[in-house]
């Protein structure tokens, strides 16, 4: 069979990577790629949301499964597209994907199904919006309703600071149509964790668990990121957090669409805050991490096309996905000046020197192909993967690999993955 991957990060490179290992598999097409998945698949210069282009490609090369990385496509509804063309395709429709694509519709499903998640309220109107922050006790989050790349959340310690946030979404249209609506939730405390599942409608599968670093900076400091790093298993997410997550969030969820006839099948991420053993919801997005899905692809035994197969098909009550106990570690590379505005066309240097330490891999993210050299194209570079025994081990693989790699103005965290080391 052969496979078009969509996207050209981190998260697409691993995808690539592991569908490569795929008896199913005879070839990969990956739109647009990247300089690392150019050495295992065929890179098609056609843009993620261009579904239209994506389409004609996949209809005019005999693609027998697309794979959708990224949010974007799946909100502007490319599994309906491709779908009506009798195209075999991985992930949400647009009704499903607006669970990402909208916080608003999120925390109405979530109120209707009971899932334990922030307070909140809605609001198109700053004067309504300034008014409820003002009666209220801080802090509070505000976010835009829509897609704002990871940067249309807003924490805030005081109510001039949640009042400005609303400003800046509602009344400057930092966001554009994006911040026609915000939702100003409730604070919540704890430890965050990613919970990243299967679902064919009926069935839910989870894969390990994993935990982001957003912020820029070590010791979570500095603005929020795509993510900064990520490793898994997340030691937060104990057996009983994971049997409360799949009970009380992944079951009613699914629940939720089958009750609408919205038929649900893709990716379902749970993105977590965990206090006192009890999981509350911040977010759904519907698609795979980045860069969490290196980690835990670092990790999943099974065979992934399978797995998005059995979704596709209904079938994943039958399925059983295996997975090397042993903890993996994603460190990402990043350029200087991300997550503002960040330098491009570095040569890098030192990729063989550290693709020689075993078990671990370099995951391109904004990297490119200029007179046969690699250099950074993206703000977000690499994603250095390793495993190991402990994860202090896998950690010391990592930075290992880490260290033999460099270009101008690079700039990584040190402390991925620390907080596991205590448990
Ligand atoms: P979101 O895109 O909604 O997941 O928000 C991005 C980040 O903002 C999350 O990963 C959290 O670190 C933080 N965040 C979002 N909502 C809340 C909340 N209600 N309480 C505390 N932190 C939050
Ligand atoms: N790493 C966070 C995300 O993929 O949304």
Redesign the pocket.
Known sequence: MQVLVVGGGGREHALVWKIAQSPKVTKIYCAPGNAGIAGIATCVNIPADDIGGLKKFALDNGIGLTVVGPELPLTMGIVDSFEKDGLRIFGPNAAVARLEGS?QFAKEIMREAGIPT?DFAIFTDAAAAKKYIREKQQPL?V?ADGLAA?K??F?CHTADEAVIAVDRIITQKEFGDAGSVVVI?????GE?ASFICFTDGTTVVPLPSSQ?H?RIFDNDAGP?TGGMGAYSPAPVVTPEVHERAMETVMKPLVAAFAARGIPFKGIIYA?L?IQNGIPRV??FNMRMGDPETQPILFRLESDLVELMEGAIDGRLAQIDVQCDPRPAVCVVMAAKGYPDKYDKGSAILGLDDAAQIPDTFVFHAGTALKDGCVVTSGGRVLGVTARGATIQDAVASAYGAVKRIGWDGVQYRKDIAQRAFGR
């Not at 939730?185 to 405390?189: G, I, N, P």
């Open positions: 916080k922030a989050v976010k990871g249309g959340v924490p939730e409730d604070f919540l405390e965050e982001d957003k929020n993105g805050m911040l977010e």
